[in-house]
């Protein structure tokens, strides 16, 4: 089991492998279709993006409300692919690594190689559990999506499976 720190350094990526098992801490930010779609066209116009993403890791999530006493609620990861046209230019801006489910498109497979960046996959299905890594759950940009707003996570030993590496090796491809 590997223990990864957020912001991600590209040591760290280059030390990860396609199967590799990580518990992963720090600072992790959310977004989702339509947060992916501001942020690209901030980027395509030269404009500075709402979270400085350099060497941070994005989850493919939309959190669902708390519960009384609770952190957050539900936080399960979405299909990645819906990311993908977007992928490659977050990637080139700093992103470090993204965390979903489903498998990712050759161009972003590309962008992780050439960016030196990588995908984890956490376990669908199990949002209930995940949510319990999560320590502190703040709106960081665009509150008016609701669920779909970037949310600053601080997580501890959130549990992700290395999909994608930074050497070309896909988990999915090769399993």
């Given at each position: 089991m590997i223990r990864l720190k957020t912001p991600l350094t590209t040591e760290d990526v280059e030390s990860l492998r396609a199967g590799d098992s990580v518990l992963?801490?720090?600072?992790?930010?959310?977004?989702?279709?339509?947060?992916?779609?501001?942020?690209?066209?901030?980027?395509?116009?030269?404009?500075?993006?709402?979270?400085?993403?350099?060497?941070?890791?994005?989850y493919y999530v939309g959190p669902t409300p708390a519960r009384p006493g609770q952190v957050i609620g539900s936080a399960g990861p979405t299909t990645a692919g819906r990311m993908d046209s977007y992928t490659p230019a977050l990637l080139e801006a700093g992103l470090k690594g993204m965390i979903g489910k489903g498998l990712r498109s050759q161009e972003v497979r590309d962008a992780i190689v050439k960016h030196?960046?990588?995908?984890?996959?956490?376990?669908?299905?199990?949002?209930?559990?995940?949510?319990?890594?999560?320590?502190?759950?703040?709106?960081?940009?665009?509150?008016?999506?609701?669920?779909?707003?970037?949310?600053?996570?601080?997580?501890?030993?959130l549990p992700l499976v290395v999909i994608n590496d930074c050497a070309g090796g896909d988990f999915y491809r090769r399993v």
């Open positions: 992963l801490s720090g600072v992790v930010y959310t977004a989702r279709d339509a947060a992916h779609a501001r942020l690209a066209r901030l980027l395509e116009e030269g404009r500075p993006l709402p979270i400085d993403i350099k060497g941070q890791v994005i030196k960046a990588v995908y984890f996959a956490a376990t669908g299905g199990a949002a209930a559990l995940l949510a319990k890594c999560i320590v502190a759950c703040e709106v960081a940009a665009y509150p008016d999506l609701g669920c779909e707003a970037i949310h600053r996570l601080e997580v501890r030993n």
